[in-house]
């Protein structure tokens, strides 16, 4: 009999399909991808072309060489622009609209046209890291900023188009629905219990054990009891902070490792799944409050969203968190 | 410039990418996929192979040959199944969950393994559309049935492994939180106005006419003001009705041409993308309010969710859908 699951952080049910279960080795990807060169003459992400992408924002740079580690700009095509109005205006007489005001970088992680986070020196994700907090903390400043999505998408399935490593960082003048709605959830837990939903749901994995893929000082990383998607990963901090801008460098030096031991895990475990992630943290002006908590969610793009998810907001997960913990924290990584 | 659109149906926004927008024919698949057979012997939704899948639910058969043209069955490796108990219970201390319970049917729409629902007869569709709504209003009598979402997956990017034309039905026990808040969003406009949203989204787009697609006597096809993807597109009936249940045989006929003709032309247009198509309809209890309108949406399959979208639920649309109603408005079938 299959199971229906609540996600406790968003009230969505999700069935698992006991029925249509695979087992986690099922989701190893079959065929490798041809690895591509060291370098490619062509990339713009590549060390020579910086020329090709608008002007530089941040890097980090070795001392004696200059060389950058990691270099971040705007995107050359962005979805949104800081110029314009944030005004909303009515359109035809009947809709909503509003110019698309906002921030959109990219942060190249690495010169290596061929190195993903996972294969890198726990060094080389710290200094990403460090970059997405830099760039975070400058723009949570300006005042039409409400939102900043920092993600990932590596390979084609998870929507990138470019194979040199690099994140993208997104700010946007609205808060969407989608997040004011798990801010709902979490407050209404707050209100009644006092406590941060996050942060309990964190002690309450550690307890129970079975889900929990590794464990740090700082950090924790489970799948989730109602994982939309096979192989959901989410990194969560012990400590409480609704803000990813104020973890404290000694928090991003353990995310590095652990980031980097996850990714190197789903790398080997499932032979370098195309995958997304995404920094959940809270909008700008709720950086301190008591009822949220900052994460890092982990989606390998294994399945399909089809029309059941698109109609309904249920996802139909075919593998079980229990399993694939299991799985992923069986494997031997260093 | 890009611009920021608000669905009025669910106040999500999405983001109209101008700097990164293609034409429409930009979409068109570059490579075919080989033409099937007509009859694959290995397919267990071909004639003859009838026993390869549970018990028949309804067919519609010719009365001279007693062959099928149309059949339903459940689904062998079901979601949901009708047996066990609607009561949550509360998991491990902390979370909530429930078995699952439920109906998972197929339907397939024709006997011929190669011939997709774009390139049948009018009549062929409606028989398709008479056992949906046969099987919807069957269901929707059960009890511990709350929603019954029917939909149709075509092509591997749309979730899909069987290549003989079928749809599916899911009748879940729970509402979705996801449903919830488009019924509320609908209710609120409701009670401000005293008229359904969706009623005047059709007359609003009838009157500006840009994004229309096609009209009849009794639906409107047309690609949404803040469509989630390119060529997004919605088949609304004219006529106030909350639930797809109640749609009368004139209804059914006329939705069926209407139907037809709106995929042909996105399978000659496009060149036979993947897509998923949704109906969406009233839950259960709720088949008589004013407040809602069913309509049946599809979703092309022809850019792919990625990391910004997961986090912020906020998707961005790189065509915008009154160049592409234009583009699919103007071409020519029969």
């Given at each position: 009999m299959s199971e229906i699951r609540q996600d406790p952080t968003t009230k969505e049910w999700v069935i698992m399909a006991r029925e249509r279960a695979k087992r986690p080795h099922d989701f190893v990807r079959q065929q490798a991808e041809a690895e591509p060169p060291a370098f490619e003459p062509s990339c713009p992400f590549c060390p020579g072309n910086e020329a090709m992408t608008p002007p530089e924002i941040l890097s980090y740079r070795d001392?004696?060489?200059?060389?950058?580690r990691v270099r971040a700009f705007a995107n050359k095509f962005p979805a949104l622009a800081p110029e314009g109005s944030t005004m909303r205006r009515e359109e035809e007489g009947f809709f909503l609209g509003m110019d698309g005001v906002g921030v959109h970088e990219v942060i190249?992680?690495?010169?290596?046209?061929?190195?993903p986070l996972a294969l890198m020196e726990d060094s080389g994700v710290a200094d990403v890291l460090f970059a997405y907090q830099e760039r975070y903390n400058a723009l949570s400043r300006v005042p039409f900023i409400k939102l900043i999505i920092i993600f990932k998408n590596h390979g084609p399935s998870a929507?990138?188009?470019?194979?040199?490593p690099h994140s993208q960082l997104v700010a946007t003048p609205v808060v969407p629905r989608h997040i004011r709605m798990q801010y709902e959830v979490a407050i209404r837990y707050y209100d009644n219990t006092g406590r941060c939903l996050h942060s309990d749901l964190v002690g309450h994995e550690l307890r129970i054990g079975k889900r929990v893929v590794m464990e740090t000082e700082r950090f924790v990383v489970f799948h989730p009891f109602?994982?939309?998607?096979?192989?959901e990963t989410w990194i969560v901090p012990k400590a409480h902070q609704a803000c990813f801008g104020n973890a404290s460098a000694e928090d991003l030096e353990d995310l590095a490792h652990v980031l980097r031991i996850t990714l190197l895990k789903l790398y080997r475990g499932l032979n370098n799944p195309d995958f997304n992630y995404v920094i959940d943290t809270a909008p700008a002006?709720?950086?301190?409050?008591?009822y949220y908590l900052w994460h890092l969610r982990i989606i390998p793009r294994l399945t399909e969203m089809a029309g059941f998810e698109i109609g309904s907001g249920i996802y139909i997960n075919t593998a079980l968190p229990e399993e694939t913990a299991k799985f992923v924290r069986e494997l031997k990584v260093e």
């Open positions: 001392h004696e060489t200059q060389s950058w190249v992680e690495t010169p290596v046209h061929n190195k929507g990138t188009s470019l194979e040199h109602a994982s939309h998607q096979p192989f002006g709720d950086e301190n409050k008591d």
